[in-house]
Nanobody, 123 residues
Framework: EVQIVESGGGLVQTGGSLRLSCAAS?????????IGWFRQAPGKEREGVAC????????YYADFVQGRFSISSDNAKNTVYLQMNSLKPEDTAVYYC???????????????WGKGTLVTVSS
């Protein structure tokens, strides 16, 4: 059974940093996969934040986090991280991790989702 578990959310001040973790089980990172981070703010639709594909480790970022967030993968731990720096109040949202086990590149066609972790950025 595939499971996706996010952690690392919390309350941080504007300009601060957080590192989110996405622990995946039920499959191995040696298999083709792509892991994406998404977020959903209150009253807004879910949006893609970043993604990393297993084919060559290529990463993708939404324009609004470019230069501030960094996604990385630890294959030995089956864990993907999202390092978030220079946080802004508009980054406040529930952050979700999701896995695509069909593709090795980021097509944002996710098969499995975690339950999310809340990030709150105070002004």
């Amino acid at each position: 059974e595939v499971q996706i578990v996010e952690s690392g959310g919390g309350l941080v001040q504007t300009g601060g940093s957080l590192r989110l973790s996405c622990a995946a089980s039920g499959f191995t990172f040696a298999d083709d996969h792509a892991i994406g981070w998404f977020r959903q703010a209150p009253g807004k639709e879910r949006e893609g934040v970043a993604c990393i594909g297993s084919a060559d480790g290529t990463t993708y970022y939404a324009d609004f986090v470019q230069g501030r967030f960094s996604i990385s993968s630890d294959n030995a731990k089956n864990t993907v991280y999202l390092q978030m720096n220079s946080l802004k109040p508009e980054d406040t949202a529930v952050y979700y991790c999701a896995a695509d086990l069909t593709h090795a590149r980021c097509y944002y066609e996710m098969d499995y989702w975690g339950k999310g972790t809340l990030v709150t950025v105070s002004s």
